[in-house]
Nanobody, 124 residues
């Protein structure tokens, strides 16, 4: 059974940092795209970042570019999201997801597996 488990969320002051982790199990995700999405109250789920299996190809939402860094460890089936210079508007539930294949999709429709999410709250 495929499982994605996020961790590392919590409270942070504006300007601070948090590091999210997502451990995947149930099969080998080494050749898939892994991504992060977020959803704030009353808003749709939105793309944050995605990374290909080789870690060389990445994509970021404009709102986080230059502040967030996505990385992965294929040996551990784990994807990370280093979040720096946090802003109150980054407050949301953050989800990791897996998209089989090689395309860095930004639409959540192309992601097959999802975690349950971890809450990130940034206060000013």
């Amino acid at each position: 059974q495929v499982q994605l488990v996020e961790s590392g969320g919590g409270l942070a002051q504006a300007g601070g940092s948090l590091r999210l982790s997502c451990a995947a199990s149930g099969r080998d995700f080494g050749s898939d795209v892994m991504g992060w999405f977020r959803q704030a109250p009353g808003k749709e789920r939105e793309f944050v970042a995605a990374i290909k299996w080789n870690s060389k190809n990445k994509d970021y939402a404009d709102s986080v570019k230059g502040r967030f860094i996505i990385s992965r460890d294929n040996a551990k089936n784990t994807v990370y999201l280093q979040m720096n210079s946090l802003k109150p508007e980054d407050t949301a539930v953050y989800y990791c997801a897996v998209s089989p294949g090689l395309r860095l999709w930004v639409s959540p429709s192309y992601y097959e597996y999802w975690g349950h999410g971890t809450q990130v709250t940034v206060f000013s």
